[in-house]
């Protein structure tokens, strides 16, 4: 898009979708930009419905901590992203953006948090992690959303089925609550016995991930981008 014609659109509605994806193993059976191809396509179908203005998607993130290194994997840190951040927004704010809403498919803590604490002269900020609202009857295993596991599978299997080698998925199942607990997607350490995923994807589908994928669009179309700010309800 030319200058002129960002201008324009922000004229008439001064929100900016960014994405930001990670560059992360989430096991054999799926290529290492997963979580960017997910909120790549997301934001892109929400830009083209609701005309709103969307960046190019910052395919870095804070990668959940690997007790085993894997080939390709690449990362920042949790201040270094939030110093990248803050350069981009800050430009995007002068050149007229009101608001920005942060996409991404890693719950991890510190990653979420540099997204969650970016600052702005007097933009609105809003971060929605799309797997956060996952609602638990959409999947087979009880852990909820965890790494490379049903979701992240499912939803692959559905935007990009030839990305993915279900031959390769291995189950690591975390049997016991208190592993559960130990094991939330937000504190989430891959370990070194995992396959280097955490979950069940082999009860993937790729019926599933549309279910999901609708859902998620949904959610976010209809609770962050349609819905009136705080400050008019």
């Known amino acids: 898009m030319q200058p ?6 922000l004229r008439r509605d001064g929100r900016l979708l960014l ?5 992360e193993s989430h096991g054999a ?3 290492l930009g997963c979580d960017t191809i997910i ?8 830009s083209a419905e609701l005309q709103i203005l969307r960046a190019p998607t910052f395919e870095y993130g804070v990668n959940v901590p690997h007790e085993v290194a894997s080939a390709g994997s690449a990362g920042v840190r949790r201040k270094s992203l939030l110093r990248v951040l803050n350069d981009l927004i800050d430009d995007w704010e002068c050149g007229g953006v009101k608001e920005f809403v942060l996409v991404t498919a890693n719950g991890h803590d510190a990653h979420v948090e540099a997204l969650s604490t970016v600052i702005t002269t007097a933009a609105r900020v809003q971060v929605v992690d799309v797997l956060g609202v996952v609602m638990p009857e959409a999947t087979d295993s009880p852990l909820g959303a965890m790494h490379g596991d049903e979701i992240d599978t499912s939803l692959m299997l559905y935007l990009c089925p030839e990305l993915v080698e279900m031959s390769l998925a291995e189950d690591f ?4 609550s ?3 607990r130990r094991m939330q997607r937000a504190n989430l350490k891959v370990t070194r016995e995992s ?7 082999s009860s993937a589908s790729a019926a599933k991930g549309e279910a999901i994928y609708k859902r998620i669009k949904k959610l976010i179309r209809d609770k962050v981008l349609l819905a009136p700010p705080d400050d008019e309800e």
Not at 19 to 23: A, E, L, M, Q, R
Not at 39 to 46: E, F, G, S, T, W
Not at 173 to 176: D, E, F, L
């Open 29 to 31: 059976h799926l290529p």
């Open 19 to 23: 994405p930001v994806g990670t560059c």
């Open 39 to 46: 909120v790549d396509r997301i934001v892109d179908d929400l």
């Open 173 to 176: 199942p975390i049997p016991s």
């Open 4 to 9: 002129r014609d960002i201008a324009t659109v």
């Open 195 to 201: 396959p280097g995923s955490m979950g069940m994807p």
């Open 178 to 180: 208190s592993g559960m």
